[in-house]
């Protein structure tokens, strides 16, 4: 059992180091959940909320649109506060043989806790691309499977009533959570579209060599996510090794007509790390 708990368990030394961009809003409500984070004040802030009977459990929701760096988001906050993350497959945990799944979710929470007291460093708990289990519940008896849904919603909603660690979700459908969990989620942080001035230093910071009106061009004519930038990245360091040279930007409007997979470049996407 323990060795299989380990499996799901990302030790912070084997994050590989990623600068992330971010608005100013998203960078003050970022930092002060990395500063939480750090061990002496969040000792400190959980013996507190005890003091004062409050909940003493981090929850966290990051929503924004598929590839705004969330993830990446999560991975960068537990290297710095040096925390392992023990991470969940929501897909997995979705069984639909009935029963099994409640039972999954319980196990879930079940394993953090008896694997979080022998940590000398409180872990995180990852729920990534948690759409499907916090998102609006359905109507009663509308479906077997949904009553399935709702019961895991019901045992998810209890176990983070109850939660003392620290529990980060995320999701690209915010407006879709049901409101029952809104409230349970002490900080809830969207991602947004950058300006075109932050896409270009995304640009840049990923492609040094690419002039600041290239970055510009690129920025204002395609509206990509982190992800998809990385795609970009990737054929030219493929072209790179291939050919010996980077690609010319004519070569990398290309790449970038062919990512879109259609002509229309309106792709309401955000977020980017930069390495």
């Not at 959980?46 to 598929?66: D, M, N």
Request: neutral net charge; aromatic residues 8%.
């Amino acid at each position: 059992l323990d060795k299989k708990k380990k499996e799901n368990v990302i030790q912070p030394e084997n994050v590989p180091f990623r600068k992330l961009i971010y608005s100013d809003d998203e960078a003050h409500q970022l930092d002060l959940l990395k500063s939480l984070l750090i061990e002496e004040n969040f000792r400190n802030t959980q013996e507190r909320l005890v003091e004062k009977a409050l909940p003493k459990g981090v929850t966290v929701l990051l929503h924004g649109a598929p590839g705004t760096g969330k993830t990446e988001s999560v991975m960068q906050i537990a290297k710095a506060t040096n925390r392992e993350i023990m991470k969940v497959d929501i897909s997995a945990s979705r069984s639909m043989w009935f029963g099994e799944s409640e039972k999954n979710i319980k196990k879930v929470f079940k394993d953090y806790k008896s694997y979080a007291i022998k940590q000398s460093i409180t872990p995180i708990l990852f729920f990534n691309e948690a759409d499907a289990i916090i998102a609006k519940r359905k109507e009663a008896n509308s479906s077997s499977v949904s009553d399935t849904e709702n019961r895991i919603q019901n045992i998810l909603l209890e176990e983070i009533e109850n939660f003392e660690g620290i529990l980060i979700a995320t999701t690209n459908l915010a407006t879709n959570i049901d409101t029952a969990f809104e409230r349970r989620f002490l900080f809830k942080i969207e991602f947004k579209k950058p300006s075109l001035s932050a896409k270009s230093q995304i640009w840049k910071s990923k492609m040094p060599h690419l002039s600041d009106e290239d970055c510009e061009i690129l920025a204002s004519r395609f509206d990509f996510s982190g992800g998809q930038i990385d795609n970009i990245v990737r054929k030219n360091e493929i072209n790179e090794i291939i050919h010996g040279s980077k690609v010319d930007m004519q070569m990398l409007l290309e790449y970038c007509k062919e990512e879109t997979l259609s002509s229309q470049f309106s792709r309401t996407q955000i977020g980017f790390k930069a390495k």
